[in-house]
Structure formats: structure tokens, C-alpha cells
């Protein structure tokens, strides 16, 4: 079936260090891809974004690499701080006679001090 | 620049009870979205609105939630009879265009359900 996962559910890391985020895909048809931000008692936030024409981008401490050929993707998180513990999701957008935006389970991240 | 508004925050109510959740989306962003977020899971897709005309509700079960979007601008989801098993976080994202590649969702607090 078609799906969106995260390969591990909690990733705990020590302040300062950098943090990566992994995420497989089924859907080879996807072509737009979301990370997002969700903090205890809040909505999910964007945080970057990447367009199946490219490998690669880069945002603030934050870069997210897609690899097509394996429908996977990650997120890279530079100097992580307390700050970044959330639980982060992947997304993509389908379009099969309308877009919508299909979420993964989730990693949740901590930040050791 | 305002965010999504939902209300309310938090409902506890009685299995076969209604509820109502309202959410007011970013001004000018046509397309709205309700999701259902179960604890320790990630966001669901219910309902999926552009002005006022329903997208995709493939994921929604229409024998207890209805949804409707008057007027193009805030919406109302509605669950009539609840069951347990819809305690859930009720998400209610906004977007500016239903277009390829452009579909950044801007979220609310969304509101928390328990069923009882």
C-alpha cells in the first residue's frame, strides 16, 4: 500500500551535535516533498521544503537530501539545540486528480543538554 | 500576520454525543484542510476543501462526520453520533493555492477530543 515512514520512532542526541532524520516513501509518483515541526500542544510546523527535480536543499541549519532512487529522504539538523526537540514528520503531495499532503508517523527527537 | 484559528481548545464528551470544532484559516488562502491526529500517530487527511467545494473527503467517515465550508472562509466539523475510538487531535491546516508543488500547510493548535 501506499505509505510514508519514518525508520525509527526516537532519536535522542547530545546538544551541539548534528541530528539526521530518515524517511521512506512508496509513491514514486510523488513529486513534492515537506518536513515538518510539531512541538507538544501545537500544530505541525513547516520547516523545509524539496521538489522531486532536485537532490539536495539547504535551509537554515536545516538541509534535507532526497534520494529518488530508493524513495528516501532525510532532514539534517546542524548544531542541534534543546530547542529542536519535537517530533518531526516527512510529507509528500500526491496528485492523482487533486494534491493532498500525506504524513508519516514521525520521529520524535531529543536533545540532550 | 494572523495564524489558523480553531476553537475549542479542549471537548470531553459522552460516546454517542456530538461535537462541533470551528476553524478560521489564514486570510486569503483558499485551500482548508481538517486532519485527524491519533495519539503517537501522524496527522490523517479527513477533508480536503477549495473555496467551498470538497476536494477529497475519501478519508472521511461520512456516517458520522460531515464537514462544510460556507462562504469559502471558516469551516465547521462536525461528529454525530462519537464514538471512543475518535478521541483524536482535530487539525485544521490552511494553504494559499491547491497547486502542484506550492502546498505548504499552515496549521492551527488544533482542538483535542476525548471520548468518554
Known amino acids: 500500500g501506499e505509505s510514508v515512514g519514518l525508520h525509527l520512532p526516537t532519536l535522542s542526541v547530545q546538544e551541539g551535535d548534528n541530528s539526521i532524520i530518515n524517511c521512506a516513501y512508496s509513491?514514486?509518483?510523488?513529486?513534492?516533498f515537506i518536513w515538518y515541526k510539531q512541538e507538544s500542544g501545537k500544530g505541525p510546523q513547516f520547516i523545509i521544503d524539496?521538489?522531486?527535480?532536485?537532490d539536495k536543499r539547504q535551509g537554515q541549519r536545516v538541509t534535507v537530501l532526497l534520494n529518488k532512487t530508493v524513495k528516501h529522504l532525510s532532514l539534517q539538523i546542524a548544531a542541534t539545540q534543546p530547542g529542536d526537540s519535537a517530533v518531526y514528520f516527512c510529507?509528500?503531495?500526491?496528485?492523482?486528480?487533486?494534491?493532498?499532503?500525506?504524513f508519516g508517523a514521525g520521529t520524535r527527537l531529543f536533545v540532550k543538554a | 500576520e494572523a495564524g489558523v484559528a480553531q476553537s475549542p481548545r479542549y471537548k470531553i464528551i459522552e460516546k454517542r454525543q456530538s461535537v462541533a470544532f470551528w476553524c478560521n484559516p489564514i486570510?486569503?488562502?483558499?485551500?482548508l484542510y481538517w486532519y485527524q491526529q491519533i495519539l503517537g500517530q501522524g496527522p490523517k487527511l479527513l477533508i480536503q476543501?477549495?473555496?467551498?467545494?470538497?476536494?477529497?473527503d475519501s478519508q472521511l467517515p461520512k456516517d458520522r462526520f460531515s464537514a462544510e465550508r460556507l462562504k469559502g472562509v471558516d469551516s465547521t466539523l462536525k461528529i454525530q453520533p462519537a464514538k471512543l475510538e475518535d478521541s483524536a487531535v482535530y487539525l485544521c491546516?490552511?494553504?494559499?493555492?491547491?497547486?502542484?508543488?506550492?502546498?505548504?500547510?499552515?496549521f492551527g493548535s488544533g482542538t483535542q477530543l476525548s471520548v468518554l
Open positions: 491546516a490552511s494553504s494559499l493555492a491547491h497547486e502542484r508543488g506550492t502546498e505548504k500547510l499552515f
Open positions: 509513491n514514486s509518483a510523488s513529486d513534492y
Open positions: 524539496i521538489r522531486s527535480n532536485m
Open positions: 510529507a509528500e503531495n500526491r496528485g492523482t486528480g487533486g494534491f493532498k499532503t500525506i
Open positions: 486570510s486569503g488562502h483558499a485551500t
Open positions: 476543501f477549495q473555496n467551498n467545494g470538497v476536494v477529497d
